[in-house]
């Protein structure tokens, strides 16, 4: 939840013409993994919960590389 909070914060100084692009992608991607989690602890088998841990690892990758652009854009500093 804290990085949710954190990407939010960090988006807001973006160009306002990433709002539908670069800033959605990221908040999107952010918000994906405890909400992946949550979704998965619901699970009844491990198996099930397993899949939504690996869903929320994608999105944290998802997340770097869009950070990694982000930087290469000059929008943040690494």
Request: net charge negative; no cysteine; hydrophobic share 45%.
């Amino acid at each position: 939840m804290e990085l949710v909070k954190e990407i939010y914060l960090l988006t807001d100084s973006f160009p306002k013409l990433e709002k539908y692009g670069l800033i959605s992608q990221m908040q999107r991607a952010a918000v994906s993994v405890p909400a992946n989690i949550a979704e998965g602890s619901a699970k009844t088998s491990n198996k099930d919960f397993a899949r939504f841990l690996e869903i929320s690892t994608g999105s944290l990758f998802e997340l770097e590389t869009l950070l990694v652009l982000a930087s290469n854009l000059n929008y943040i500093d690494v």
